[in-house]
């Protein structure tokens, strides 16, 4: 029987919705680059929310990315629909497209609005062990018809070609405390890297600690991109920047709090967690330096 790839006609539209979140989207990329190898004449679009499409952005495997409303994305007439998502919104576009074809993965709910059920990563990886994200969403490709493989790398292009510089972008906030190195361990840290320091944080995060620092608040994605691509290394916590720095091929330093590192360690990149049965700030500085040093990277 053919699959469903096959089934697709020549320059097919493919729709992938992923809505948002920033690792999620990153962690989307090797996936989008494993189906446009094995049919090259489609055209993907990423039906994904504004602040995330710089995601996606220069990325030869993406044809556009779609806003996540119903008429743009009916409008747009893709041949099949795949939900990356889950979720009532995600499922309500995926019915809104009006794809012949509506892919999810079985344990969506709404299972009757998509007509092609995708199973568990295990049996389509052929692997026992839990699935990272990145080869869980590439599952969903493979089960549709792209040959199995290895899960490669995730993509990110930044606009501005820029040699690397002697800078270590420091990412020191995430989603909650418990995910959340110290701060002035973060500082202790960035003055033994040896690389000038740049903390990153969002318009919300209270950045008044590193002050002392060169700081980049409330920076649209472009210009994170930009300033990871042209970074030497960088350290932060288990949160979105940390997969677009190994998306980038950033040695990095990741802390983790109660996040599974199976699923959510930093994809394919030179890099060194750090975890603790006590939780994330239990995690000291001492071993932090030790992992830095075996990085290597120095200015």
């Known amino acids: 029987m053919d699959s469903v790839l096959e089934r697709l006609p020549e320059r097919a539209r493919v729709a992938a919705v992923r809505l948002r979140s920033l690792g999620d989207c990153v962690l989307t990329t090797p996936a989008l680059a494993l189906l446009k190898c094995a049919r090259p004449d489609l055209e993907i679009g990423v039906v994904v929310e504004d602040r995330f499409a710089p995601v996606f952005s220069g990325n030869p495997d993406v044809s556009r990315t779609i806003p996540p409303s119903w008429s743009a994305l009916a409008g747009w007439r893709p041949q099949l629909c795949l939900n990356l998502h889950g979720g009532p919104r ?27 059920h995708i199973p568990a990563p295990q049996p389509i990886l052929r692997i026992e062990r839990k699935a990272h994200t990145a080869e869980h969403i590439a599952s969903a490709v493979f089960w549709l018809g792209v040959p199995l493989q290895e899960v490669p790398t995730a993509r990110l292009f ?6 690397r510089e002697a800078i270590v972008v420091i990412h020191p906030f995430a989603s909650a405390p418990d995910k959340t190195w110290p701060a002035e361990r973060f500082i202790a840290l960035a003055k033994h890297s040896g690389l000038e320091p740049v903390f990153i944080g969002a318009a919300t995060d209270d950045m008044t600690a590193f002050r002392a620092f060169r700081c980049v608040q409330g920076a649209g994605l472009e210009k994170v991109k930009t300033l990871l ?63 830095l040093d075996r990085l290597g990277v120095k200015a």
């Open 90 to 116: 995600s499922a309500q576009l995926t019915l809104a497209s009006h794809a012949r074809l509506r892919a999810g993965f079985e344990h969506f709910r709404f299972r009757p609005i998509y007509n092609l």
């Open 229 to 291: 691509a042209t970074a030497a290394l960088f350290i932060g916590n288990d949160s979105g920047p940390a997969h677009m720095a190994a998306a980038l091929g950033l040695p990095s330093l990741v802390f983790f709090g109660n996040s599974d590192i199976d699923l959510w360690r930093p994809w394919k990149t030179d890099a060194v967690v750090l975890s603790d049965p006590a939780g994330i700030h239990a995690i000291p500085l001492a071993r932090a330096v030790e992992a």
């Open 158 to 163: 930044a606009h501005a070609e820029a040699p």
